[in-house]
């Protein structure tokens, strides 16, 4: 699974950089298809994973612009994106948590908010 995310990953960021827009990623989930599968990865939510893939890419880019780590961090975010953010089962908080050793990590979603932005 792990190599798909980073291969969809990649070719999401590229459909951007041209603003294609992207509907769909992976395929309808129905029983037929959990029933007949037969290898290879699946994921009902693959779209939302994908999309944590990117936005913990861009929370550790913003974390590694600092010139020192502080023990708590704070990003600002848009507000229907704080899941995305924080990760399935949050492990993008988790991760950043333990990779660079903050005590804390917070995720404030705001409204008029486009982008993530690092506080501190």
Aim: charged share 25%.
């Amino acid at each position: 699974m792990g190599r798909t995310l980073d291969a969809l990953k990649h070719a999401l960021a590229l459909f951007n950089q041209f603003s294609i827009p992207v509907i769909r990623v992976g395929v309808q989930p129905d029983r037929s298809l959990e029933e007949n599968l037969v290898a290879g990865p699946f994921h009902p939510s693959l779209r939302y994973l994908v999309d944590c893939q990117i936005s913990l890419d861009l929370m550790v880019e913003k974390i590694l612009s600092l010139n020192r780590m502080p023990k708590k961090i704070l990003f600002k975010v848009p507000k229907n994106s704080v899941s995305v953010y924080t990760g399935n089962k949050r492990e993008n908080i988790r991760y950043i948590q333990g990779r660079f050793g903050f005590d804390e990590v917070f995720l404030v979603g705001e409204e008029l908010c486009r982008e993530i932005e690092l506080v501190a």
